[in-house]
């Protein structure tokens, strides 16, 4: 997790933890999740996703229901 800023680590650390274990690449994690779950301001966590997106970290899936956060492959690895 090279060049990322604080919060940014936060983010996606509090994301790859709160991950299913046994299906890690599935995501049901939206903004407001991330937003509750690390008390980030929902405004100031959507730039740091926007952040992490243009870093290939994550990326948004529309999946009918809502938008949600993945995991980009390249970085699976990160996954404990």
Do not use: Q
Request: with cysteine; aromatic share 10%.
């Amino acid at each position: 997790m090279e060049n990322l800023t604080k919060l940014e680590r936060l983010l996606l650390t509090t994301y790859i933890s709160h991950l299913d274990k046994d299906e890690p690449t599935y995501s049901n994690m939206d903004a407001d999740d991330l937003a509750y779950l690390t008390k980030i301001d929902i405004k100031i966590l959507r730039g740091v996703i926007g952040s992490l997106i243009k870093k290939d970290y994550i990326y948004i899936l529309n999946v009918g229901c809502g938008d949600f956060i993945y995991l980009e492959e390249k970085h699976y690895n990160l996954i404990n």
